[in-house]
């Protein structure tokens, strides 16, 4: 089991920047590709970006591609989600989930899945 814990959301305006986090418990952190999805209200969940077992690999949906970086830190066993330039179509809540391999961008592949976060972005 892992238990994930997502942090960092909030209100910002247009062209501003977030970091989001996700802090993980239970079970070797490094075993997990990591990625973030979110789902705006109305609209199925969708891939944002995923981050290799190492972090050497990375791969990111192209509506974000270039503002938004993935990251993580397997000594704090946390994956981060470093966002710029927000558009207001990037308002959703933001989910951090867990996967044994990495590359898939379908929800169904993921096993863990934190509480989401809201980030919000006014024009």
């Known amino acids: 089991q892992v238990q994930l814990v997502e942090s960092g959301g909030g209100l910002v305006q247009a062209g501003g920047a977030l970091r989001l986090s996700c802090a993980a418990s239970?079970?070797?952190?490094?075993?997990?590709?990591m990625a973030w999805f979110r789902q705006a209200p109305g609209k199925e969940r969708e891939f944002v970006a995923v981050?290799?077992?190492?972090?050497?690999?990375?791969d990111y949906a192209n509506s974000v591609k270039g503002r938004f970086t993935i990251s993580r830190d397997n000594a704090k066993n946390t994956v981060y989600l470093q966002m710029n330039s927000l558009k207001p179509e990037d308002t959703a809540v933001y989910y951090c989930?867990?996967?044994?391999?990495?590359?898939?961008?379908?929800?169904?592949?993921?096993?863990?899945w934190g509480q989401g976060t809201q980030v919000t972005v006014s024009s």
């Open positions: 981050i290799n077992r190492s972090g050497g690999s990375t």
């Open positions: 989930a867990a996967a044994t391999y990495y590359g898939s961008r379908y929800p169904e592949s993921y096993a863990y």
């Open positions: 239970g079970r070797t952190f490094s075993s997990y590709a």
